[in-house]
């Protein structure tokens, strides 16, 4: 058996990121940039007023005096002339300052009589203006490739004048469910039967990752059956199978695979819940084998496809983030395999996050999953904890999970 760390390694070394496309703006929330977001013009274009008031000589604009008002420059309709000795024009915050002004005068600053203004404070140089290029300049790069785009980004193109951007493109995800004991949702249950929950689960993480799922139909156990599956899933980025990944007689995976190219990696993890897990190629396609295990399946997931949906994407290799935490129960010492526990998390009137672990751990137990927050550490060979002790957790609801 390997690491968690080493197979996660393994497996985000072998990906690449997805090609590319050029979309338009109102649809590249969310995306990777695949090529750098550079100004296409500069911002504030010239001086422009930051408030609303007056555009005055500082030198002139001092406690009691008096400026003949001889223009306004509202946003948008720029003062055509230029302001000369003692005299001020109207303008609105956003305003072009008009040539000969050096200072505003705000309003809250001035009183104003038929075409005259009175200045009840002096004014500084400068102040109230914004300089051009005071938030960028053209040609100067905004946002670098390689970023997943917020609103705040998609503002700051817009603002820039870019109407498209290049990102990556979405990864196509094959997810294909294996076993002769699963049925749709909604179908009737066979004798020793149980429900099919991997590949939704799965295609909704997939979905919160940013990809596209592409769900095939269940594979029954047949080496045949599952061999015609994986191929329809040949073009996808990545392929995911849920069952069929250990070394039972109806683990038939790598039985079916083989002959059509597959190559093995790895296929066995020293965690908890999971430990069977197959990492491979078919022909040029990733693929990643998970647990027929309901429990198990999303937990691996969570620490191994959401990080592989991530590099596909275009972004850098990454494992789940952790997140610190005191224990709000004892936790036993752990064995030789990593354990991600599944765990309430809440934060305490000090602000302190505090994870507690479920008093049942069985893989077979998705109410408990889903009645989680949070996934809790164990490295191997980790000692007991008393409740308060530090503690890792990946919070799902960071993951959008």
Known sequence: MISVEEARSRILAMLKPAGTETVALAEAWNRVLAAPVAARLTQPPADVSAMDGYAVRAAEAVEGAWLRVVGAAPAGHPFAGSVGAGEAVRIFTGGLVPAGADGILLQEDAEAAEHRVLVRETVQPGRWIRRAGLDFTAGETLVAPGRRLTARDIGLAAASNHPWLTVHRRPRIGILATGDEIVLPGEPLPPGGIVSSNAHALAALVRAAGAEPLVLPIARDDTAAIGAAAEAARFCDLMVTTGG?????????????????????????????????????????????????????????????????????????????????????????????????????????????????????????????????????????????????????????????
């Open 245 to 401: 990944a250990s070394v039972g007689e109806h683990d038939l995976v790598q039985q079916a695979l083989g002959p059509r190219g597959f190559t093995l990696d790895f296929w066995k993890i020293a965690m908890r819940p999971g430990k069977p897990l197959i990492w491979g190629h078919l022909g040029e396609t990733p693929l990643l084998g998970l647990p027929g295990n309901p429990v198990s399946a999303l937990v691996c997931g969570v620490i191994f496809l959401w990080p592989a949906l991530a590099v596909l994407a275009g972004l850098p290799p990454a494992a789940p983030p952790l997140r610190r935490a005191i224990a709000g129960a004892d936790l036993p010492a752990n064995d030789r395999r990593e354990d991600y526990m599944r765990a309430r998390l809440h934060q305490a009137p000090d602000g302190q996050w505090v994870a507690t672990a479920a008093n049942r751990q069985d893989s077979s137990m998705l109410r408990v999953l889903a009645e989680s927050g949070a996934l809790l550490r164990r490295t191997p060979h980790a000692p007991p904890l008393a409740a308060g002790a530090p503690v890792e957790v990946i919070s799902l609801s960071d993951l959008g999970l």
